[in-house]
């Protein structure tokens, strides 16, 4: 199967990985994958202490533990992987788009 190529304006071939999904055990939520993403792909979401996303925005902000990254608008994504070169952690999967 072939996967979706690109040039770069030198005329280099580029092949664009798209997001997949984000590790929320490993993100820390600093935010700097979401500031480096011009596409508005990536959104933080807050989280219970049990490791459950809170939905409910009338909840108790105590309630929250921390904020985690995750994809909110995929197919906004334009493969460029900005995101995960700026994340310290490493944690977001990107794949080629076979066609």
């Given at each position: 199967m072939a996967t979706l190529t690109g040039l770069t304006k030198g005329g280099s071939t580029w092949e664009p990985k798209f997001i997949q999904a984000i590790n929320q055990q490993v993100c820390l939520?600093?935010?700097?994958?979401?500031?480096?993403?011009g596409r508005n792909v990536l959104g933080l979401k807050p989280m219970n202490e049990f490791g459950e996303f809170i939905?409910?925005?009338d909840e108790d902000?105590?309630?929250?533990?921390?904020y985690v990254m995750t994809v909110v608008n995929l197919a906004n994504c334009i493969g460029c992987e900005a995101c995960a070169r700026i994340c310290p952690?490493?944690?977001?999967?990107?794949?080629?788009?076979a066609v």
């Open positions: 939520g600093c935010g700097r994958c979401y500031k480096v993403c939905e409910d925005e902000d105590d309630d929250i533990e921390r952690k490493n944690c977001q999967t990107h794949e080629a788009l």
